[in-house]
């Protein structure tokens, strides 16, 4: 028996639908305090900001782990050089957590695939619809790479590999949507698990 | 040391895929820095070196990608490989299903088991482990289930919070590492 405990979140409105509206997220395990964090931890956050984030302050328990997923991250979707525009790395993370199931990081994500494809109506068809959502060829071709890489047991196969070639995608274009949709089967996981999403207050 | 990505997809030095990768050269170092610090750490703190490997080796085992868990496999304590296997064929299904929260994704909800270890399982594992691997396929298969109770099932089997926190890093930490494997390999297999 552990004395630790889990966490009663204080009152608050679970979202019932996947949104692009900004969610705030509870833990269900207690966060580091900031007072407690030493250099190490503090380091381990990579940006300084994020000590006020109860999932990273959460997450800095291990620090060397946290490290490293942050920078895994941000290489794979901040990265400019060649590959899968900005955009499509972001609408597939958005369509993994769409299948997965992670409001919270569908809504980050699906934020960002709008801005940067500006293409919100279809970025919301996905949230509303689903990863069967009719967008275009381009995009239905990604979405289902996600999905093939997310759903168990995994149907990857050469004729995703194949759909994407034809609607453009090079191979470091293909090894970008790998990483993105890879990389959000650890993001969800995280973000279901150890906590809940909440909507904003007005 | 060797990268487990490029060592478990066959990726040469000089090779087409080698290039791609080179072009996100922090994501390759930092994917394997990931893996150094759920098992090679600089201190294994509460959750051991062989219980780091007995959960690896039953998320492995459930996805069913056969050179990643060869892999894996290969690091589990001996004691524990038929229980393991035992288990990951008991529990092996398909994925993701789960309920979302009450309201218009209702009619999303998929059914699916709240797994539980066998008997001898659980004997030959002990409450910890067992309680892990219960986590364990709940993240692998349905995490939109988890709650706050999934956590207190660990916390009650004796992890702390520190422990649960690594043991959900490696859990999902897997999750991408075996789906690149998987993604790179058949990008290659087009090359």
Redesign the interface.
């Known amino acids: 028996?552990?004395n630790?405990?889990?966490?009663?979140p204080p009152p608050h409105t679970?979202?019932?639908?996947?949104t692009r509206d900004m969610l705030d997220w509870l833990p269900?395990?207690?966060p580091m305090a900031e007072a407690d964090m030493t250099e190490h931890h503090i380091k381990s956050l990579v940006d300084a900001a994020r000590v006020k984030s109860p999932y990273f302050r959460?997450?800095a328990?291990?620090p060397?782990?946290?490290?490293?997923?942050t920078?895994?991250d941000?290489?794979?979707f901040y990265?400019p050089?060649?590959?899968l525009p900005r955009a499509e790395r972001e609408l597939a993370a958005a369509a993994t957590s769409r299948?997965?199931?992670?409001?919270y990081c569908a809504s980050v994500h699906a934020r960002f695939a709008a801005t940067y494809s500006k293409r919100v109506d279809d970025v919301q068809r996905l949230l509303d619809e689903?990863v069967g959502a009719r967008l275009d060829e381009r995009w239905e071709a990604i979405v289902a790479a996600s999905v093939a890489?997310?759903?168990?047991?995994?149907t990857?196969?050469?004729e995703?590999?194949?759909r994407l070639r034809a609607v453009g995608l090079d191979?470091?274009a293909?090894?970008?949507l790998?990483?993105a949709?890879?990389?959000f089967?650890?993001?969800?996981?995280?973000m279901?698990?150890?906590g809940v999403p909440a909507t904003q207050p007005k | 040391m060797t990268d487990v990505i490029d060592s478990l997809v066959g990726i040469a030095p000089g090779s087409g895929l080698d290039a791609i990768r080179a072009q996100r050269s922090e994501a390759r170092k930092h994917a394997q820095a990931s893996y150094a610090s759920l098992f090679e750490p600089k201190d294994v703190a509460g959750v051991s070196t062989d219980e780091r490997h007995a959960i690896a080796a039953f998320v492995t085992g459930l996805h069913g990608e056969p050179k990643t868990d060869a892999f894996y496999a290969a690091r589990l304590p001996a004691a524990l490989r038929s229980a393991v296997a035992a288990e990951v064929t008991a529990a092996k299904t398909k994925g993701p299903y789960g309920h979302f929260p009450k309201g218009p994704l209702s009619v999303e909800d998929a059914p699916g088991p709240s797994w539980k270890v066998s008997d001898g399982g659980r004997t030959a594992l002990g409450p910890r482990l067992s309680a892990a691997f219960e986590h364990t396929h709940m993240l692998v298969f349905h995490p939109r289930d988890a709650s706050a109770p999934s956590l207190q099932s660990l916390l009650d089997a004796g992890w702390s919070t520190n422990d649960i926190v690594t043991i959900s890093q490696l859990v999902s930490f897997l999750s991408y590492q075996i789906r690149v494997v998987a993604g790179l390999g058949v990008l290659a297999s087009t090359l």
């Open positions: 028996m552990s630790d405990k889990t966490l009663t679970e979202p019932v639908v996947f269900w395990l207690e959460l997450l328990r291990d060397d782990v946290l490290e490293a997923r920078r895994t941000k290489d794979i990265n050089e060649a590959g299948l997965n199931g992670c409001i689903g890489l997310t759903a168990l047991p995994m990857f196969g050469k995703h590999v194949e191979d470091a293909i090894a970008d790998i990483g949709a890879s990389f089967n650890w993001a969800n996981r995280l279901l698990s150890l």
